[in-house]
């Protein structure tokens, strides 16, 4: 609990004006949301993999426009591929370890564990890595909206 409430304040301090402007319906309301870990809907981003493959479960806001905060699974040893996201994003490790790098540069990746963050700018290459043994939970906060392009090896690496 104490680690979603440190996600909770990143994606809070990151852009407190956006989140204001932008507030959800669940934001409004005047009696708190709660939602336990078992009740979440957890949505595939790669259809075919289903469970297996990442997973997301949106906390806050609207995931196309931003901003958006999510709760991204991904299984033990799971390698997105170098890839952007138009918007910058903050992220925060709920569980397990994950390494976040530029391509290429993963073996040189400090692992990040629980309660460890990170900020990615928009449009920048990079590649995450959820190390074995773990399954990685992590929350992210897109001021944009989430999208997710990869890009092609030998484009990343100059």
């Given amino acids: 609990m104490k680690n979603v409430r440190i996600a909770v304040l990143v994606a809070s301090l990151a852009s407190s004006a956006a ?13 708190p949301v709660i939602k336990p870990a078992a009740s979440l809907t957890w949505t595939p981003l790669v259809p075919e993999l289903g469970a297996k493959g990442p997973q997301i479960s949106v906390v806050f806001g609207d995931l ?23 918007s910058d994003y903050w992220a925060v ?5 994950l390494q976040d790098f ?11 564990g629980t309660g460890s963050w990170w900020m990615q700018p928009g449009k920048a290459a990079h590649d995450n890595h959820c190390v074995e043994g773990s399954e990685c939970v992590l929350f992210a906060y897109f001021p944009r909206g ?3 392009a990869p890009v092609a090896a030998a484009k990343a690496e100059r």
């Fill in 64 to 86: 196309k426009k931003g901003p958006v905060g999510l709760l991204l699974k991904q299984p033990a040893g799971a390698r997105p591929g170098p890839h952007t996201h138009t």
């Fill in 93 to 97: 490790v709920v569980s397990g370890q």
């Fill in 146 to 148: 989430f999208d997710f």
């Fill in 19 to 31: 989140l204001t402007a932008h507030a959800d319906k669940h934001m409004m309301m005047k009696k």
């Fill in 102 to 112: 530029e391509p290429g540069k993963g073996d040189m990746a400090a692992k990040l």
